[in-house]
T-cell receptor, first 112, second 114 residues
Framework: AQSVTQLDSHVSVSEGTPVLLRCNYS??????LFWYVQHPNKGLQLLLK??????LVKGINGFEAEFKKSETSFHLTKPSAHMSDAAEYFC??????????FGAGTTVTVRA | SAVISQKPSRDICQRGTSLTIQCQVD?????MFWYRQQPGQSLTLIAT?????????ESGFVIDKFPISRPNLTFSTLTVSNMSPEDSSIYLC???????????FGPGTRLLVL
C-alpha cells in the first residue's frame, strides 16, 4: 500500500522569496513520485517526476524536488516565487503500475 | 505529452438527470482513467476505462451510477447518472500513453447539481 502526506495545507510567501512544499510518502515499492500543479479553474499539470534516477529532480517553471529515501520525503522547492505560482500543488505516489495516490494538496498564496 | 480535451468544460444540472462527459486525446493511449475531485478535496480514482470491455471500478464506485465507455484508443465517456447535489465535483480524465508512464490530465469538467 502507498500513501502521501502533505505537511502543509496552506503556504503563503512573498514574491521573490523561496517556496518549500513538504511531502512525505509511504510505499511498499520503489516509488514513483510526482508533483502536479492545479491553477484555478484548470486541470492538473505535471511539474516533475522521480523514477529512481537522480535524487534531485528538476521540473518546469524553476521547480525542483529532492528524493530522500532515508526520510521518505519528496519536498518541492523553488528559489524565487512568482505571482503565477499561486495554485494548488499535489504530491503523488505511484505504485509502479498505474495506480496513483494523491496527497491532500497544498494551497500556495504569493503576496506582492 | 498527450493533448487532452474534455466536453463540456462545465455544466449546471438538475437533480435526477444524467450528464455524459467526453474525453478526447490527440494520440492513441494505452490507458484512460476517470477521477473525481470534490470541492476542496484531492483526487479520487473512479475507474479505469478499458477499450472493448467493461471499465474497472474502484471501491465505492459502481457502473450503474458512473457508466463508462471507451470505444477506441483515443476517446472515452463518463456518465454521471441520477445526479444529486453530492455529485457536484470536478471530473477529470487522465491518460497514460504507455503502461508505467506518467499520467496526463485533461482540463476537467466542473459539474454543479442543483
Amino acid at each position: 500500500a502507498q500513501s502521501v502526506t502533505q505537511l502543509d495545507s496552506h503556504v503563503s510567501v512573498s514574491e521573490g522569496t523561496p517556496v518549500l512544499l513538504r511531502c512525505n510518502y509511504s510505499s511498499s515499492y520503489s516509488p514513483s513520485l510526482f508533483w502536479y500543479v492545479q491553477h484555478p479553474n484548470k486541470g492538473l499539470q505535471l511539474l516533475l517526476k522521480y523514477t529512481s534516477a537522480a535524487t534531485l529532480v528538476k521540473g518546469i517553471n524553476g521547480f525542483e524536488a529532492e528524493f530522500k529515501k532515508s526520510e521518505t520525503s519528496f519536498h518541492l522547492t523553488k528559489p524565487s516565487a512568482h505571482m503565477s505560482d499561486a495554485a494548488e500543488y499535489f504530491c503523488v505516489v505511484g505504485d509502479g503500475g498505474y495506480k496513483l495516490s494523491f496527497g491532500a494538496g497544498t494551497t500556495v498564496t504569493v503576496r506582492a | 505529452s498527450a493533448v487532452i480535451s474534455q466536453k463540456p468544460s462545465r455544466d449546471i444540472c438538475q437533480r435526477g438527470t444524467s450528464l455524459t462527459i467526453q474525453c478526447q486525446v490527440d494520440s492513441q493511449v494505452t490507458m484512460m482513467f476517470w477521477y473525481r475531485q470534490q470541492p476542496g478535496q484531492s483526487l479520487t480514482l473512479i475507474a479505469t476505462a478499458n477499450q472493448g470491455s467493461e471499465a474497472t471500478y474502484e471501491s465505492g464506485f459502481v457502473i450503474d451510477k458512473f457508466p463508462i465507455s471507451r470505444p477506441n484508443l483515443t476517446f472515452s465517456t463518463l456518465t454521471v447518472s441520477n445526479m444529486s447535489p453530492e455529485d457536484s465535483s470536478i471530473y477529470l480524465c487522465s491518460v497514460t500513453p504507455r503502461i508505467q508512464e506518467t499520467q496526463y490530465f485533461g482540463p476537467g469538467t466542473r459539474l454543479l447539481v442543483l
